[in-house]
């Protein structure tokens, strides 16, 4: 009999399978008790707070009239409102704001505001609609007398009602104060409706015509901006080329003594694009120099097999023996190498680009919106100049993308493959 009732007391409930940890212990409290059957409020806890209702009276309302101020005509009307603000205003007159409409007398109209296009009784019949209609032009031009007076457009109602406004701000100000007059400017205001109107009496081609031009001018932008940046690449490496020469015989005229110490002191600057920038070894500790030989991670595989390629055409070994003077040695002709390939890389490029450019032109010329192609002169470096017979000065205006076509698939595989022939070749067969 006590087992019984130990095990009875001492009743536990297994976890279910496939239930988590932590969905389990929410089920049940600390004392293993059974979820209950149905929800229950307890005090514990986040829970929204309720209304606390007291045993106070509640304080009484009334069927009461009311007048809005904003009415000029005394209409009553009727709500439900507390007792204790019996009497008060309506609390939403607050939120009628009027605009001041300024008055002017018959001398101040005969002295400053006088125009011949406007007469008296139409210039006081705009004035008093401007005042019934808080400046709602729409609605005043909607209710202008045009059989008594002469028909106006909205911008003209404007126009006139803002230039008396200005005069008599200039008028009545006192002499030394900063004055905000406001301008209307009507022309404006007719050339942006016409606009506007022009915009929605489109029709679905113009609409797409237009979006097609957008598309193309993203187009000719964005390869105007990829030009320019291989322009600064190609002057990058230009510079670094003209600099790594300047180097070379400024070290072979000084003197060997002299020569580290020119290294040290004056260094040229060298673009970061252009050639192989080695990693220095300034760690505590003994390193190799073959360490120093090692290629860095920036120099992608394609430059690697390049450098490769062009060192063995040349009879220099790949891996030669690590001493101080062959380790700075190779590294600057690998240096060097990398200029040249990159170098040919946009020589390669270049001609291309002119190649395609000439193919273009001579299409343009043979459908007649151009001249024929003439040739100037030659240059020292055996490359030809284009020139253009005068004869059509509408040639700029026809030429609408001056940047260059885009290229089809087959043309940048030619590109591609026409740039990696011409940087695999060695450094005696440059052009």
């Known amino acids: 009999q006590k087992k019984s009732k130990k095990s009875s007391e001492t009743l536990t409930f297994k976890r279910p399978e496939g239930m988590h ?169 007719r050339r942006r409706k016409e606009q506007l109107e022009r915009l929605y009496n489109r029709t679905p081609e113009q609409v797409a015509e237009e979006e097609y031009l957008i598309q193309e001018l993203r187009k000719i932008e964005t390869r105007k901006k990829e030009r320019e940046k291989r322009t600064q690449d190609l002057q990058k490496l230009i510079t670094a080329a003209d600099t790594t020469t300047e180097q070379r015989r400024a070290e072979r005229k000084a003197p060997k003594k002299k020569l580290p ?82 170098l040919k890389q946009a020589f390669a490029n270049c001609e291309y680009e002119l190649q395609m450019l000439r193919h273009r032109y001579e299409a343009l010329a043979k459908a007649g919106s151009i001249g024929p192609l003439s040739v100037e002169g030659s240059h020292p470096d055996g490359q030809t100049g284009l020139g253009i017979e005068e004869g059509k000065g509408d040639t700029k205006d026809q030429i609408i993308d001056v940047v260059g076509a885009p290229l089809t698939p087959n043309s940048v595989r030619r590109k591609v493959g026409g740039a990696e022939q011409g940087a695999l070749r060695s450094p005696t067969q440059m052009p």
Request: charged share 30%.
């Open 21 to 189: 940890r932590e969905v389990y212990a929410l089920l049940y409290s600390d004392k293993k008790d059974a979820p209950p059957l149905l929800p229950s409020d307890t005090t514990q806890g986040y829970r929204t707070v309720k209304a606390k209702l007291g045993s106070k009276k509640v304080r009484p309302w009334k069927w009461m009239p009311f007048t809005n101020p904003a009415r000029k005509d005394g209409a009553m009307f009727y709500h439900w409102r507390r007792a204790a603000e019996e009497g008060k205003d309506y609390p939403f007159a607050r939120f009628n704001k009027t605009v001041q409409v300024p008055v002017y007398s018959e001398q101040e109209y005969q002295m400053y505001l006088h125009d011949d296009a406007w007469t008296k009784a139409e210039t006081d019949h705009l004035f008093d609609l401007a005042r019934r209609f808080d400046l709602r032009f729409v609605v005043i031009h909607d209710r202008y007398d045009h059989q008594q007076f002469k028909k106006r457009s909205v911008e003209d109602l404007k126009e006139r009602y803002y230039h008396i406004c200005a005069k008599l701000a200039n008028i009545r100000a006192a002499p030394g104060t900063d004055l905000k007059i406001p301008v209307f400017d009507a022309g404006h205001e």
């Open 261 to 342: 110490q020119k290294k040290e002191t004056e260094k040229p600057a060298v673009p970061e694009t252009a050639g192989i920038k080695f990693p220095d070894f300034k760690s505590a500790g003994v390193t190799l120099r073959s360490q120093r030989m090692k290629l860095p991670s920036s120099v992608g595989q394609k430059k690697i097999k390049a450098l490769e390629q062009m060192l063995m055409e040349l009879g220099v070994d790949l891996n030669p023996m690590p001493t101080e003077e062959i380790v700075q040695m190779f590294n600057e002709l690998r240096s060097d190498l990398v200029l040249l390939y990159e």
